[in-house]
């Protein structure tokens, strides 16, 4: 196997710009089996000015799609803002 396993592996959070943050890093994210895994190292996106509709453990939003925020440099869960870049 090549590199490391990214199941245990913690990632590497950018640097972020003023006016954003890393929160915390939730348990899980999501209410089913499939969605229900985080990465570890993976913290939730704080932006000045905004709040998330729910917390990464009770997220309804299982597309997985996300939405890049900060000028394309992170790509969060538009319902709880982890990171899913």
């Not at 999501?30 to 704080?46: D, E, I, K, N």
Request: aromatic fraction near 8%; charged fraction near 20%; hydrophobic fraction near 25%.
């Amino acid at each position: 196997m090549l590199g490391n396993d990214p199941y245990t592996t913690p990632v590497d959070l950018p640097e972020l710009p003023a006016g954003a943050r890393w929160g915390r890093a939730p348990s899980h994210h999501g209410t089913t089996r499939a969605t229900s895994y985080v990465y570890p190292g993976r913290h939730v996106l704080v932006l000045d000015g905004e709040t998330w509709p729910h917390q990464p453990e009770t997220c309804p939003d299982d597309t997985g799609s996300g939405e890049w925020r900060l000028d394309g440099l992170v790509l969060v869960c538009t319902g709880c803002g982890l990171d899913c870049t």
